[in-house]
T-cell receptor
Framework: GAVVSQHPSRVICKSGTSVKIECRSL??????MFWYRQFPKKSLMLMAT?????????EQGVEKDKFLINHASLTLSTLTVTSAHPEDSSFYIC????????????FGPGTRLTVT | LAKTTQPISMDSYEGQEVNITCSHN???????ITWYQQFPSQGPRFIIQ???TKVTNEVASLFIPADRKSSTLSLPRVSLSDTAVYYC????????????FGGGTRVLVKP
């Protein structure tokens, strides 16, 4: 299947700082990517839809000024957690569809964010 | 968006077949049924997808009755490494279509 990568795999930052997470589709182009957040022993919660060349669409309750999304190319979307707080500590996962192979959605390996 | 319902957890033993049934009463005509597997601290991994009847690949089979209001994921001869959370989702497979995850089924395979 298609490969989606994320960088970094884990990051620790201090409260008040900002952290950028990258999501790349390695062998296909994706006009749309998705960002999820997952707390321990919980399901994935969709945060936003990242659209190449246009503004992201955020789910209800997700602060767009806090979670900045940029989708500057067909293979890269970034999520920046601004002014991070301990409650932002979570597992962040991105995904994208490979329309060449039938449209299945493939997920990145996730990024573990810990805010101290 | 069609909602899915599946058991919270299931226990099994090595070598047994595991069947997880998911209900999706409000599935729409263009929806496909997709199953993902997730291990702790990893992203979900695509397992199988189907529209109707039966689909089989190297890791699983998916059974979908004619009314498509439910589906059953079958994992043959599970091993300890199949211990994971399994998610059933309905999906239109369009580029911008987002997936909504339900609670998933936590499968524990015992020796």
């Amino acid at each position: 299947g298609a490969v989606v990568s994320q960088h970094p795999s884990r990051v620790i930052c201090k409260s008040g700082t900002s952290v950028k997470i990258e999501c790349r589709s390695l062998d296909f182009q994706a006009t749309t990517m998705f960002w999820y957040r997952q707390f321990p022993k919980k399901s994935l919660m969709l945060m936003a839809t990242s659209n190449e060349g246009s503004k992201a669409t955020y789910e209800q309750g997700v602060e767009k000024d806090k979670f900045l999304i940029n989708h500057a190319s067909l293979t890269l979307s970034t999520l920046t957690v601004t002014s991070a707080h301990p409650e932002d500590s979570s597992f962040y996962i991105c995904s994208a569809r490979d329309l060449r192979t039938g449209g299945e959605q493939y997920f990145g390996p996730g990024t573990r964010l810990t805010v101290t | 968006l069609a909602k899915t319902t599946q058991p919270i957890s299931m226990d099994s033993y090595e070598g047994q077949e595991v069947n997880i049934t998911c209900s999706h009463n409000n599935i729409a005509t263009n929806d496909y049924i997709t199953w993902y597997q997730q291990f702790p601290s990893q992203g979900p991994r695509f397992i199988i997808q189907g529209y109707k009847t039966k689909v089989t690949n190297e890791v699983a089979s998916l059974f979908i009755p004619a009314d498509r209001k439910s589906s059953t994921l079958s994992l043959p001869r599970v091993s300890l490494s199949d211990t994971a959370v399994y998610y059933c989702l309905v999906d239109i497979k369009a580029a911008g279509n987002k997936l909504t995850f339900g609670g998933g089924t936590r499968v524990l395979v015992k020796p």
